[in-house]
């Protein structure tokens, strides 16, 4: 069973930081994309970012690109992404996702994930 659990949210300042994880467990971890998607108030979910089984490939969307970082360690089976300079405009629930097919390339397609976490609250406000 396939299990994605995120951490790391709050609520922070425009300018600050925040990093968050996500932990998985019931897959063959290094092998597996895992995407960060997020869901602002009254908007779609979108993609962010993506990182690919073994970590040589990365996706950012351009709303973030420059400000936030994917990475993984895969002896901790968690990914995590690192966000800075944040803004008003990245408040969401953010979400990770994990493919299900081995060394998968990155996808900013939610239907190309098949397990989820239950998402973690990004609130960005003075």
């Known amino acids: 069973q396939v299990q994605l659990v995120e951490s790391g949210g709050g609520l922070v300042q425009p300018g600050g930081s925040l990093r968050l994880s996500c932990a998985a467990s019931?897959?063959?971890?290094?092998?597996?994309?895992i995407g960060w998607f997020r869901r602002a108030p009254g908007k779609e979910r979108e993609g962010v970012s993506c990182?690919?089984?073994?970590?040589?490939?990365?996706y950012y969307a351009d709303s973030v690109k420059g400000r936030f970082t994917i990475s993984r360690d895969n002896a901790k089976n968690t990914v995590f992404l690192q966000m800075n300079s944040l803004k008003p405009e990245d408040t969401a629930v953010y979400y990770c996702?994990?493919?299900?097919?081995?060394?998968?390339?990155?996808?900013?397609?939610?239907?190309?994930?098949?397990?989820w976490g239950q998402g973690t609250q990004v609130t960005v406000s003075s």
């Open positions: 990182i690919r089984g073994g970590g040589s490939y990365t």
């Open positions: 996702a994990a493919r299900h097919v081995a060394y998968a390339y990155c996808s900013t397609y939610e239907s190309d994930f098949g397990s």
């Open positions: 019931g897959l063959a971890f290094s092998s597996t994309a």
